[in-house]
């Protein structure tokens, strides 16, 4: 049984940093790409950002790419999402996901099987 735990959310101020995490267990992280989304109040689901199986293909999404970097550590089965220069739209519950399709670094819900519980991230003004 496949389990993702982010952790690492919390409340910062507006030009803040934070630096998400993703464990995994119950395979073997290194067959997964990984993807990060979020879910502000009242809205849909939203690519943020993914990386390959090897952690060589990184994608963004548009708005953000200057402000992220994400990156996983095959041996420690954990993914990060560094964020920078956080802003009060940045608000929401982040969640992590892994793709069973190895060579997929994907942008919709849909290309991932997998998903944890989530994290809240809050930005004040």
């Known amino acids: 049984q496949v389990q993702l735990v982010e952790s690492g959310g919390g409340l910062v101020q507006a030009g803040g940093s934070l630096r998400l995490s993703c464990a995994v267990s119950g395979r073997d992280f290194s067959d997964y790409g990984v993807g990060w989304f979020r879910q502000p109040p009242g809205k849909e689901r939203e690519f943020v950002a993914a990386?390959?199986?090897?952690?060589?293909?990184?994608r963004y999404e548009a708005s953000m790419k200057t402000r992220l970097t994400i990156s996983r550590d095959n041996a420690k089965s954990t993914s990060y999402l560094q964020m920078n220069s956080l802003v009060p739209e940045d608000t929401a519950v982040y969640y992590c996901a892994l793709s069973t399709v190895r060579q997929r670094v994907g942008v919709q819900p849909e290309d991932y099987d997998y998903w944890g519980q989530g994290t809240q991230v809050t930005v004040s003004a």
């Open positions: 990386v390959s199986w090897h952690g060589t293909v990184t």
